[in-house]
C-alpha cells in the first residue's frame, strides 16, 4: 500500500517562502516520479512540479524560477521549495506519484499566502 503524507505548509506572507515535505511508504522510492500539484478553491487541480528517478524536473508555468522540487532517496521523501510566494500560490498541496498503474495522493496541505 502506498501512502503519502504531507507536511509544511501553513500561512505566509506575499513575497516568503516556504518548504513542502512529502514523506513516502513506497517500495522502489528512488524509482519513482514524483509529483507535486495544487488546487485552489473553484479551479481545477494543476501540476506544480514533477521530479523524475534520474533527478530530471519539469515544473508548471506559473512556478518556474520560482520554486524547486528536490528528492532524497534515502528518505523516501520529496520537497518542494517555495519562494517569492504570491497571493496566488495559496492552494492546498498535493503530493502524487504512480505505482504500477494507479495514481497515489497525500491528503493535502494547504499554504496560505497573505498579501
Known amino acids: 500500500q502506498v501512502q503519502l503524507v504531507e507536511s509544511g505548509g501553513g500561512l505566509v506572507q506575499a513575497g516568503g517562502w516556504v518548504r513542502l515535505s512529502c514523506a513516502a511508504s513506497l517500495s522502489g522510492f528512488r524509482f519513482a516520479t514524483m509529483g507535486w500539484y495544487r488546487q485552489a478553491p473553484g479551479k481545477q487541480r494543476e501540476l506544480v512540479a514533477t521530479?523524475?528517478?534520474?533527478?530530471?524536473?519539469n515544473y508548471g508555468d506559473d512556478v518556474k524560477g520560482r520554486f524547486t522540487i528536490s528528492r532524497d532517496n534515502a528518505k523516501n521523501t520529496v520537497f518542494l521549495q517555495m519562494n517569492s510566494l504570491k497571493p496566488e500560490d495559496a492552494a492546498v498541496y498535493y503530493c502524487?506519484?504512480?505505482?504500477?498503474?494507479?495514481?497515489?495522493w497525500g491528503q493535502g496541505t494547504q499554504v496560505t499566502v497573505s498579501s
Open positions: 521530479i523524475a528517478s534520474d533527478g530530471s524536473t
Open positions: 502524487q506519484t504512480r505505482y504500477i498503474t494507479t495514481d497515489y
